[in-house]
C-alpha cells in the first residue's frame, strides 16, 4: 500500500473529527519521525507535548514490555504495585498528597471538578455550587471539561453544558475578582494557557488569585496538562511561582506515550471530597500504565531531564527572538522552557504544512501562533536545525 491508500482508507473509515497533514506515521527515533516513505521529520510537537522522552527510549521500552509479559490490567478493586510506585513517585515530584489516574486529560479534570464539588457540599451542607474559569483556556472535550473551556466554537453545538461556570480574563485579576460570590468553589486554570496561544500567567495574577482562594475557601484547580511534567524546567509550571494549587490535574507527558492522566489534591481537599462510591474508572491506572508513569518518572531523573531543559531552553528562546527580530511576519515570542509559541501574521496552517514538505514537524496554537512543544531530550542542534527548516518555510509562504 502507498501513502494515499493509506489517507483514501482513513478518509473512508475515521469519523471526519481532523483535517489532517497528508503524512502517515511509521516510526520513530530519538527526536525523528520516519513516515511510510521513509521521510524524515524533526518533532518539535512531540505528539502535542506528549513524547516527552522522544522515541525509542530503551529503558521505558523495556519497563512497559517486562509489564505486559506480567500483567496489564486487573482493576480498581485490588492494589497493583507498578501503581502504587506510579502514585508514590508523581505525589513526591508534585507535593501533592493524593493522587486518582485517570485515563486522558480531559478525565483528569471532571475528576478535579468532581472533587471540588464535592468539597464545597461537605462543608456547605448543599449542592448548587460555580466555577470560574479563563477565557481563552482549554480543559478538554468531555461536557464537564468543556464547559470549563473558554471558547464558544468548542462549546455551541452542545450547549446546555454543566451550569454554573463563569469566565474571566487570563491575567486580568479584577475580571476573577469580580466574579466571586458565595457559590464559588473553584477558579481553575491552565498555569500556562496551551491551545489559547502559549500565555503564561504573571505572577501577580496567580498569586492574586491564590489568594482570593484563601480569603474565600475557593478551591484553586491548576491544569498542568501541557505544560507540566518538566516542559517549562519545572516538574510542574506551577512550582516556578510561590504558590501551590488545592488541585492539580496532569497527562499527556505522564506516560510518555501511554494513554493515563491524574488528578492530585492536597490532604485538606482529600478529606472532604470524594470518597468510596464518589468516582471510578475501570482502566483508569491499571498495572500498565502504572509501568509507565512509574518508569518515566525514573528515567526523568536519571537523565536529569528538568536540568537539560534549564540548559537548552534558553538557547531556543535565543534563537526565536533572533527570528523574531529578522521576520516581519512574525511579531512575538511567548512561552517558557520548551513550550515556545511564535505569534505570526502568515497563515499559521500553511507554515506548519509547508514546515512538514521541509521536514520538520511544528504545530498551530490559537488563531496565530506557532507552537512547538519538543521532546525534552532535544539538543542545541535540533534547534539549530529546527531555525534552519523553519526559515525554509517561513520564506517561501512569504512568498
Ligand atoms: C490536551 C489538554 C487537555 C485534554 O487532554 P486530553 O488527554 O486530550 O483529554 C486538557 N487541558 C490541557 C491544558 C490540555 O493541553
Redesign the pocket.
Known sequence: MNKQNYIDNAEANLLHTYNRFSLVLDHGEGVYLYDTDGKEYLDFAAG??VCSLGYGNEKLNQALKDQIDKLTHTSNLYYSVPTIDAAEKALKASGMDRIFFTN????A?EGAIKAAKKYAYTRDGHAGHEIIAMNHS????SLG?LAVTGNAHYQEPFEPLMPGVRFAEYNDLASVEALINEKTCAIIM?TIQ??GGIYPAEESFLTGVRKLCDEHDILLIL?E??CGMGRTGKMFAWQDYPVKPDIM?T??ALGCGVPV?AFLMTQKVADQSLCPGDHGTTYGGNPFVGAAVSAVFDIYDEMNILDHVNEVAPYLEEKLEALVAKYDCLTARRGKGFMQGLVCTLPVGKVSAKALEKGLIVITAGSDVIRMVPPLVIEKKHVDEMIEKLEMALNEVEQ
Open positions: 502535542i507535548a486522558s486529560g480531559t478525565e479534570i482549554f480543559h478538554g472535550r471539561a491552565e496551551g491551545e491544569d496538562i501541557q490535574t497527562a499527556k492522566g
